[in-house]
């Protein structure tokens, strides 16, 4: 008998109970406490990359993202409905979310008493990471996407964080702070960007607050280096690249 695959996908994913993403948004929410919700995601078709030709081999297509703007600049890879003030550590709430919408990309709200986070373009985080590692620098979990890298790290305030920044020469506009009020969207999300994954996995930890919770840096650890990487990236760090 002829196999419809289609329909096989389908019924495997019932069986499961659950997919990657649903048990990444649970994994965050219940073992980690990290507050999460669904992302806008991504329209099904596609369309060519712009300035390329269609008839061209290799032109890149992408899909659009699901939001109104036509021109969104971050595809997929924002909050939207719900929006971000909806982010919820209920795993009641986290399994009703992406029941009705599997293949929503996993946003955290960062700040507050979730992890913050810094990201750089791809290439200078990978520099970054690289001088982090000689000088022995404990690094926590960074996530990836084709164009930028985010380093998760512990929470901090607005002053905290200022402070750091004032002692700066220079801090590139390609560099990113994410505290109170922003987001990361985490893996095995799919974006505008392409497939966000884990560049260095969350390692557990067992501590009274937190049990289980993933080890986050402080941001003054790493800091530095981010921005030293971020300033000798092309262009001097200054272009923003999604």
């Excluded at 996908?9 to 965050?28: N, P, T, V």
């Amino acid at each position: 008998m002829r196999e419809i695959l289609g329909r096989r996908r389908k019924f495997q994913l019932r069986r499961g109970g659950r997919s990657a993403l649903l048990d990444a948004a649970l994994q965050c929410a219940t073992e980690w406490h990290w507050p999460v919700l669904p992302g806008v995601g991504l329209r099904s078709g596609g369309r060519t990359a712009k300035g390329a030709q269609p008839a061209l081999r290799g032109a890149r297509q992408t899909r659009p993202c699901g939001c109104p703007d036509p021109d969104c600049a971050v595809p997929g890879a924002h909050p939207f409905d719900p929006g971000l003030l909806a982010a919820t550590t209920d795993a009641r709430m986290v399994r009703w979310w992406w029941t009705n919408r599997p293949d929503a990309p996993v946003v955290l709200a960062t700040g507050g008493k979730a992890p913050c986070a810094v990201s750089l373009p791809a290439v200078a985080g990978a520099q970054a990471l690289a001088e982090l590692d000689r000088t022995g620098v404990a690094v926590g979990p960074v996530v990836a996407t084709p164009t930028r890298w985010t380093l998760l790290v512990a929470p901090y305030s607005l002053p905290e964080l200022g402070e750091l920044l004032y002692a700066q020469d220079l801090v590139p506009s390609s560099l990113r702070f994410h505290g109170e009020g922003g987001y990361v969207v985490l893996p095995p999300s799919e974006t505008g960007a392409g497939k966000v994954r884990w560049e260095r996995p969350p390692a557990a930890r067992v501590s009274a607050k937190r049990s289980g919770a993933p080890w986050l840096p402080d941001v003054a650890t790493v800091v530095d280096a981010l921005v030293e990487a971020s300033a000798g990236a092309p262009g001097g760090g200054s272009r923003l690249a999604f």
